[in-house]
């Protein structure tokens, strides 16, 4: 007893070819579409690397300006040689426009928005200790400036700085 009739479907030889190239077709455009998702996630995941390596990189500039700060503003206070004073307003200047960089940079992450915004109250107290070591040298008053180094007050706020901008750095590289 047979359920299914038998018959004998012939299909052309057109017909063949023609769904052939049809599913061919089909999936040449599946791949397309799966290269062009794929060339999007990488695209994104790149954008994002870099941007991450542009914080990096600023956070590592904002220690360094204010390294040379301290130097430059520590040479004038020991020798009194007012060449070291252009180099030293250069750094701060470029303190300024390194976390304005990083505030800028990190707009979409509210996280480190609120590390920057923690860090700027410790970077303006640094860079008033070393105007008012600038300061009293260009007043004369060597002694004052250099016992207000000894307070080790601006390295206790570089350690805060330090501390903060470790912070960031671990949240970019994650």
Do not use: C
């Not at 799966?34 to 060339?39: T, V």
């Amino acid at each position: 007893m047979k359920f299914f009739p038998s018959r004998t479907a012939s299909i052309s030889p057109q017909t063949s070819a023609s769904i052939g190239f049809g599913l061919s077709l089909l999936a040449l455009i599946g791949i397309g579409a799966l290269s062009y998702d794929n060339l999007t996630r990488y695209r994104e995941a790149s954008e994002w690397t870099m941007h991450s390596q542009s914080v990096l990189v600023n956070t590592e500039e904002l220690i360094s300006d204010l390294a040379n700060a301290e130097t430059r503003q520590r040479g004038f206070l020991l020798t009194e040689d007012r060449s070291y004073l252009e180099p030293y307003r250069v750094a701060i200047a470029e303190v300024d426009q390194t976390f304005n960089a990083l505030k800028e940079l990190t707009q979409d992450n509210p996280q480190q928005q609120a590390r920057l915004a923690e860090l700027e109250p410790f970077l303006r107290e640094r860079i008033q200790l070393l105007q008012r070591g600038v300061s009293l040298t260009e007043q004369g008053n060597v002694t004052a400036a250099i016992a207000g180094v000894r307070t080790n007050r601006g390295q206790q706020i570089m350690d805060q700085i330090r501390a903060i901008v470790t912070q960031i750095k671990v949240d970019e590289r994650a």
